[in-house]
């Protein structure tokens, strides 16, 4: 009796050895072990774009915690799309991140009739990595040297002031100003940022919103002047730029970056890459680096950051609204 029963227990034991070896064999290998080879992150903008230049110091933050490479691939197009939607399709093993964005994830959704992707069924959020306003800006040889002057020449000559944009980030902002101002002023959809740049530099248009990140080497290289930010507050780099809000009260639009994945991607991917990006985010070296960048800090973890974005959601489809922009 005691034989048996031993021998039924180490047919039992053999058999929970053998389940959970099966359990191991069938967990994707990354899980266990990631990375053994290098990372993909996608930028969904150009070479030279806010997301790029974010995408490209995580890469280097991540690849010192998990000593592999970490590879940007730049994938510009339809305000974020095609990059955003390369990342929906890639293969959820961890191999591929997603420099996901304001854009990407929020805006998006109300400016595009059939959008190819759904940011909160398709992706896992990883981790926020900070928020940042947008600037106005014009040619150093722009007779505008304040937003008033701006507006005022607007109002003058109807349909003679143009901006440019090419996100939501670029276009909200343009479009809640023309709002709120009744000013009779157009928008030209650009495929980049680059291309903003050129033609702002060149006088083809004559203001633009850009990014703090993308604005910050244009202004210090005095490319470009700017008028007002968009934050709450007057940016430290540019003390002398006067809010929105101080013309327009309650002119107030941000927008952030973070990192999201396919969705399926293992969690304990997930939240090794979350435990690195919190712990290098928040050194002050690196919380000093981004705040050059014109970006404040602010890490979540999956969880939260998938709450940030669906609120985040809302807050968008009511500047779609205000500022009266049709899904293309």
Partial sequence: MVHRSLSRMTLLATAGVLAATTLLATLPAAAADWPTKPVKIIAPSAAGGGADMIARTTARLLEERFKQPFVVENRPGAGGILGTTSVKNAAP??????????????????????????????????????????????????????????TTYATANPNKVFF????????????????????????????????IITDLIGGQITFAFVDYLTAMGTIQGGQLRPLAVTGEERLRAWPD????????????????????????????????????????????????????????????DSDAFTDFVKRDRGTWAEWVRIANIKPQ
Avoid at 121 to 126: E, L, Y
Avoid at 168 to 193: F, H, M, T
Avoid at 250 to 264: H, Q
């Fill in 241 to 300: 730029v006067p809010t929105m809000a101080s013309f327009y009260p309650g002119f107030t639009v941000t927008g952030w970056y973070g990192v999201s994945a396919p969705a399926g991607t293992p969690k304990a991917i997930i939240a090794d890459v979350e435990k690195a990006m919190r712990s290098a985010l928040n050194t002050p070296e690196v919380k000093e680096r981004f705040e050059g960048f014109g970006v404040t800090v602010k890490t979540m």
């Fill in 164 to 195: 440019g944009y090419y996100s939501s980030s670029s276009q909200v902002p343009a479009e809640l100003l023309k709002a709120r101002g009744k000013l009779p002023i157009d928008g030209v959809a650009y495929k980049n940022i680059t291309q």
């Fill in 93 to 150: 093993d961890g191999y591929t991140f997603l420099i996901s964005t304001s854009s990407t994830h929020s805006a998006n959704q109300y400016l595009y009739k059939d959008l190819s992707y759904d940011a909160v069924k398709d992706f896992t959020q990883v981790s926020l990595i900070g928020t940042f306003g947008a600037v106005a800006l014009v040619a150093p040889k722009s007779p505008f040297k304040t937003l008033p002057e701006l």
